[in-house]
């Protein structure tokens, strides 16, 4: 006699399941935002710009670094999270796309970050897979470390404009969910301690040459190279004793150590925090959040 079966399905993972949920934002920048939407400076603005220049290349980059060993994945979990991981970072492409070409009707030159970026990871292409692999692992560790002082300093958020930053919180909230997935596909692969150390230096090499080139090349371009109080001022806020930047250094060399993992350092209450503020029943974007019933249904 058949019987029906009363063992419950197992629900089948994916990124929103595992807590890395590719949100579909959809953000409309304001055409009537300041030209220098970072304390009114054009040193630090076009910083800010030059790094939404970075980001669609870097993201591919990152994306084909984990896909290259997406097969050798055996845990559902990591699956599930590296399917989260890769959607998120597309709609970041996609979005910090759109983004730029709003920079472009500003008047900023962002071709120049784009094609720069472009030759830096053409010489990291260059290398074994398992080596852009943990490429890619350290470049996240500094996006995450990127993402969790953007989140956390008070001086960023009131010196940048409201709307504009608004697409900065959602990247960088999204970078601390999906910051261990390349990390744990390198595991999977084997990670080499000395693999790590050589990338950090060969990452460093490459790509801090192209970030100061197309940031001074984009503050050339705006006229403001010789402006120096405009240079010093920026400057200061992000390289100064309590500078934006400077506030992510201390960060960096955590990635040498060779018990490193992302998740040691634990951004668990600021994650949930954030993602009330912009996504919970009266958060900041929900309006953008386009798949947001779809999300919540799963998760």
């Not at 990670?191 to 490459?206: D, F, K």
């Not at 994650?271 to 974007?285: H, P, S």
Request: glycine share 8%.
């Amino acid at each position: 006699m058949n019987t029906l079966s009363t063992t419950p399905k197992q629900r089948k993972l994916s990124g929103a399941t595992v807590g890395i949920p590719p949100r579909q934002m959809s953000f409309v920048q304001p055409k009537d935002a300041p030209r220098y939407f970072y304390a009114d400076n054009a040193t630090a603005t076009l910083f800010f710009a030059m790094l939404s220049g970075f980001f669609p290349p870097g993201e591919r980059f990152f994306m084909e670094s984990v896909r290259h060993f997406r097969e050798l994945i055996t845990d559902e979990t990591l699956k599930a999270q590296v399917s989260g991981f890769m959607g998120q970072e597309a709609i970041h492409g996609r979005e910090h796309d759109r983004l730029n070409e709003l920079f472009t009707m500003n008047g900023f030159d962002m071709t120049i970050p784009e094609r720069t970026v472009k030759i830096g990871l053409s010489l990291l292409e260059k290398l074994p897979a398992s080596t852009q692999l943990a490429a890619t692992t350290f470049m996240e560790h500094f996006t995450a470390s990127l993402a969790e002082r953007l989140l956390t300093d008070e001086q960023f958020c009131s010196r940048a404009d409201a709307e504009m930053i608004k697409i900065w919180q959602w990247h960088a909230l999204e970078e601390l969910e999906h910051k261990s997935v390349s990390y744990d596909v390198y595991n999977v692969v084997g990670n080499s301690h000395l693999e790590r150390l050589v990338v950090c230096g060969l990452s460093v090499a490459v790509l801090v040459p192209v970030l100061a080139v197309s940031w001074g090349w984009m503050v050339a371009k705006e006229g403001k190279l010789g402006n120096v109080g405009d240079n010093l001022k920026g400057l200061n806020m992000l390289f100064g004793k309590k500078g934006f930047v400077s506030g992510i250094l201390p960060q960096m060399p955590l990635f040498g150590r060779k018990n490193f993992h992302p998740k040691k350092h634990d951004t668990t209450a600021l994650e949930e925090l954030w993602r009330d503020k912009l996504f919970g029943e009266n958060g900041q974007l929900r309006t953008e959040f386009k798949n947001y019933e779809a999300v919540m249904a799963v998760a």
